[in-house]
């Protein structure tokens, strides 16, 4: 969908193609861009179509070039879908400046834009298409950090769901953050890289308040980049930690079964030792021998359950400081 927006009184107002002031600027609001609408953009503007299929290009980086009649700029933006199997991923943003009019381009909608266009983005300058491109910078970096905190509080609440039981579900949950993470740093990296090269190039023309807004986006984009890197090295790490827990539990459970195939090979070596023409002992012992017998299977029963509840005591005692210390981490 392709909408106009101009700024009247301080506010983005939203004009139908006809009703534009031409000594207005303009931003084209060019969102859920459908192949009818590319192909008029096209033809209306003049663009390239090899920059069309780069800002439609989901693995397109950040960059900033100048074409026949108009400037370029690629940035990526976060994205938060909760119907899609990896919730938080970015995709890029094509800005483009041309007389009076700057369009952005984007396959799909974005919060970015939807803040824009519903005026809660404080200080909107419209007027400067510089000024206005630092302000979408600006606004993507608070919500890379927003996603970045959300994307942390679920993973410790996965991380709280799997110390009671470890199942596929919670740590395909976790790879999927673990991705989401590594598209954030990805894409923040080349932000970064958008950002040093704004500073350098002579494409675009930032006066002195734009340059001090510059110095500020870049900082909050370096902040984004920390917290993105630590949030990935605690991910990676608890995905490690729960790999050797799962490892862990697979080895007690091929030890308890080493421990009943042992048990199992006793009686098969007896059974097989008599069954080869060998006299069976208390074969004629009557009842006696079945008494014996009877005996013998009560003995043993009570030594396996005395050895069995002695280990399940000790797994008891073992996990008694540690309910302790998560208590206490609670209460904390």
């Known amino acids: 969908m392709i909408t106009y927006w101009q700024q009247i009184h301080g506010k983005l107002v ?27 953009l096209e033809k209306e503007f003049q663009l390239e179509s090899e920059h069309i299929v780069d800002i439609l290009d989901p693995d397109e980086l950040s960059r900033i070039e100048q074409a026949d009649g108009y400037i370029l700029v690629i940035m ?3 994205i938060y879908d909760a119907n899609t199997e990896i919730a ?15 369009i952005t381009i984007c396959w799909t909608d974005c919060e970015v834009l ?5 005026n809660r983005v404080k200080g909107a300058r419209l007027a400067d298409f510089p000024a206005f491109m630092i302000q979408i910078l ?13 994307i942390n509080r679920r993973s410790s609440s996965i991380q709280k769901e799997l110390q009671v039981s470890i199942e596929n579900k919670e740590i395909i949950q976790l790879l999927n953050l673990e991705k989401s993470l590594e598209f954030f740093t990805t894409s923040l990296a080349n932000n970064q ?15 002195d308040e734009d340059q001090d807004w510059l110095e500020d986006v870049e900082v909050d984009n370096r902040q984004a980049i920390g917290m993105a890197d630590t949030y990935s090295n605690i991910l990676s ?35 097989s030792f008599f069954g080869m023409n060998i006299a069976l002992p208390l074969q004629n012992s009557g009842k006696l021998g079945m008494l014996i017998v009877i005996l013998v ?25 540690r309910r302790k210390k998560n208590r206490e981490r609670k209460r904390k």
């Open 237 to 271: 790490g608890m995905m490690d930690a729960f790999a050797s827990v799962i490892s862990n539990n697979l080895n007690i459970v091929m030890k308890k079964l080493t421990i009943i195939n042992i048990v199992i090979m006793i009686p098969t070596f007896i059974v």
């Open 88 to 102: 938080y991923y970015t995709i890029p943003l094509g800005v483009i400046i041309k007389d009076n009019y700057i």
């Open 193 to 207: 890289v958008l950002l040093e090269k704004f500073k350098k190039t002579k494409l675009l023309k930032f006066d």
């Open 76 to 78: 990526r933006l976060p």
């Open 297 to 321: 299977c009560i003995f043993s029963t009570v030594i396996a359950s005395v050895i069995f509840s002695k280990s399940s005591s000790s797994i008891q005692q073992a996990k008694r400081p």
């Open 138 to 150: 600006s606004r993507s970096d608070i919500l890379f950090l927003r996603y970045l905190k959300e």
């Open 14 to 40: 939203r004009v139908k193609k006809d009703e534009l002031n031409s000594e207005l600027k303009t931003w084209v609001d060019a969102r859920a861009i459908t192949p009818a609408e590319i192909s008029e």
């Open 114 to 118: 939807r803040d824009f266009s519903a």
